[in-house]
């Protein structure tokens, strides 16, 4: 399960880093409104990795409730004894 996370994170962060890239290419072309699409292409790309950070996160969450619910429930049932 943590490598098809780990996967699909990675696919989603090269589906959206193209559009840096895009960015970052035409900068190189026109140095004029260099300053301002090298910012656009900055926050883009940080914007990319806190969608990509926050998927992890929910995930990761989601893995860890079953878990946390199965200890409760087995701490619990050994106290009952």
């Keep these: 399960m943590i490598i098809?996370?780990?996967l699909l994170t990675s696919l989603l962060y090269k589906l959206f880093s193209p559009v840096s890239e895009m960015i970052m290419n035409s900068v190189q072309s026109s140095y004029a409104d260099s300053t301002h699409l090298v910012g656009i292409a900055i926050t883009t790309q940080s914007i990319i990795i806190i969608v990509v950070l926050?998927?992890?996160?929910?995930?990761?969450w989601l893995l860890l409730?079953?878990?946390f619910n199965f200890m409760t429930s087995f701490v619990e049932s050994t106290n009952d004894k």
């Design 65 to 67: 409730i079953p878990i």
């Design 4 to 6: 098809v996370l780990s």
């Design 54 to 60: 926050l998927i992890k996160a929910i995930i990761t």
